[in-house]
């Protein structure tokens, strides 16, 4: 079994907080680590039917049967049940009582706001990390290869086909989660506009144009946005505007949160249509934006992600705010260094006092400085955390 990094975080927060609710999308591993880090506790899904209908027609004796407390599943299922756990909570004062976990980041958090406030820590486990799917044979992975197969445990663990794991994933994603969530009329139209989104990966986020392409309206798309967010399909990166004039660019850029599924969206049926696909350097900035993030929810610290660009075009791919200092983050699929690389940085380096480094992050092999930047290899991302 493959150690999440995340476990530190949650069993320090297990020791601190009555309650731990773990949030990821499905299949991100979210009852595999529970079960591995609360193997003592006992364990209940209310994906199971019985179990549903029982706390939600009993919600005190479904919970009676847990008198040490318990990991339950889903818990967005019957989010009514998070009244009651307050109270349990409230009652014991003990730390780590119940372990929740849930797949609806909206519904659940909402719901959490309201019941659990103050009680409860909030871990968001994100698919694998590079260092956690690959390991020490990370020489032996292509970055093609990296990129099509994406990160979702489940295909390392049972060593499924990326593109067959994917089209489940996306018909278990659409027939059950949005079903429940929207009213989709129109489930072709959605499927038609989830690969648009996948074809803007690494772009502006432009509603007009995507709404357009899909043939429904800007509100409609706007709903979808947020709901593909929610689920944890999709990030938005928000742009950096911290001592800047507005000249700067005001719309998001969208990521996927994971590339293997972002390449499945595109019609990408194996590793080698990577290696001249028109939006190859899109996915490897996307793997780097999605990388950063898990780590950050990997130490239970929030997103402090941004982009930079001004509408003259000058743009750095990825600003780190650490509230003091910066870092400043150049993402080039290429393999071999070019002067061109580190034109952005040096512009931002000249608006910003606040820059503690500039980092080129590229598709080759070898880390080392160069004129004053730190060139990483794609392989070396750990470096840019770990220093």
Sequence with gaps: MIHRAISTKTLQLADQYPVVTITGPRQSGKTTLCKMLFNEKAYVSLEDLDERQ?????PRG????????????????VPDLLSYIQTIVDENRKTGFFILTGSQQFDLLQNISQSLAGR????????????EAYGPSINDVSMDQ??????????FDKKLNPTDAMLFYINTYVERDLRALINIKD????????????GRTGQILNLSSLGNDCGVNHSTIKSWISVLEASYIIKLLRPFYKNFNKRLIKSPKIYFLDTGL????????NANQIKTHPVKG??????????MLKYRFNMGQTDNLYFFRDNTGNEVDLICDYGQTIDAIEIKSGQTAAADF??????????SNDVRRSIVLYGGSDSYDREGFQLTGWRDIDKIFNS
């Design 187 to 198: 489930l072709s139209k959605f499927e038609i506009f989830l690969k648009l989104c996948a």
């Design 282 to 291: 899109h996915l490897f900035e996307n793997f780097v934006v999605a990388e």
């Design 54 to 58: 029982f706390a939600q027609n009993d």
């Design 146 to 155: 990296m990129l099509y197969t994406g990160f979702y445990p489940r295909i």
């Design 62 to 77: 479904f919970l009676n049967r847990f008198p040490e407390g318990a990991v339950i599943d889903e818990i967005q299922r």
């Design 342 to 351: 580190f034109k952005g940085l040096r512009f931002f380096s000249k608006l």
């Design 120 to 131: 409860t820590a909030l871990v968001r486990l994100l698919p694998f990390t590079l260092a």
């Design 262 to 269: 972002a390449a499945f969206l595109l019609d990408i049926g």
